[in-house]
T-cell receptor, first 113, second 110 residues
Framework: DGGITQSPKYLFRKEGQNVTLSCEQN?????MYWYRQDPGQGLRLIYY???????QKGDIAEGYSVSREKKESFPLTVTSAQKNPTAFYLC????????????FGQGTRLTVV | SQQGEEDPQALSIQEGENATMNCSYK?????LQWYRQNSGRGLVHLIL?????REKHSGRLRVTLDTSKKSSSLLITASRAADTASYFC??????????FGAGTILRVKS
């Protein structure tokens, strides 16, 4: 079955540590997105990538980094520069240029301890 | 910045009643979409309405689009307890950025 997989489901980070959230899709989609969601809030765009080896900053990119070395994978690193990283992180993918529905992973809940 | 603004922020209704959620945009609406999110889960696509469409139906869902008012509404008819979730509108902006509204939290009481 095609889909988009995020791992881990829960992640705990000590202050000052970098952590990487995984997002993998086998839908052959070109575009991938990372969002942050705080409790009771909407989704805010962190980074997005339309094609391999290219990505753009979203609305809240500070303190985050991404890479897009493979079409299937779009990992997100939460760096120590992100002052308030505790949140729910969602990854999504869409076919390139289609402006149609996005497919979402089940999310990673990151907590700073 | 989020393109969409939704209201109400929260809605509580009895099972069997209809639920209406609204979404307004500051920029031009292209392919407007609605998504549902169960608590602590990913989003699931519900319906897409194109800029040249005024109304679209899918089961108990009805979406309308008013490009002159830059707004859309989602109607869920004969609601069920299982419809309890958050509902978001979304739109592709400049550079194919997919941006979401703040969402409406719907609670259907049985």
């Amino acid at each position: 079955d095609g889909g988009i997989t995020q791992s881990p489901k829960y992640l705990f980070r000590k202050e000052g540590q970098n952590v990487t959230l995984s997002c993998e899709q086998n839908l052959n989609h070109d575009a991938m997105y990372w969002y942050r969601q705080d409790p009771g809030q909407g989704l805010r765009l962190i980074y997005y990538s339309q094609i391999v080896n290219d990505f753009q900053k979203g609305d809240i990119a500070e303190g985050y980094s991404v890479s897009r070395e493979k079409k299937e994978s779009f990992p997100l690193t939460v760096t120590s520069a992100q002052k308030n990283p505790t949140a729910f992180y969602l990854c999504a993918s869409t076919p390139q240029g289609s402006r149609t529905e996005a497919f979402f992973g089940q999310g990673t809940r990151l907590t700073v301890v | 910045s989020q393109q969409g603004e939704e209201d109400p922020q929260a809605l509580s209704i009895q099972e069997g009643e209809n639920a209406t959620m609204n979404c307004s945009y500051k920029t031009s609406i292209n392919n407007l979409q609605w998504y549902r999110q169960n608590s602590g889960r990913g989003l699931v696509h519900l319906i897409l309405i194109r800029s040249n469409e005024r109304e679209k139906h899918s089961g108990r869902l009805r979406v309308t689009l008013d490009t002159s008012k830059k707004s859309s509404s989602l109607l869920i008819t004969a609601s069920r307890a299982a419809d309890t979730a958050s509902y978001f509108c979304a739109e592709y902006g400049v550079g194919n950025k997919l941006v979401f509204g703040a969402g409406t939290i719907l609670r259907v009481k049985s």
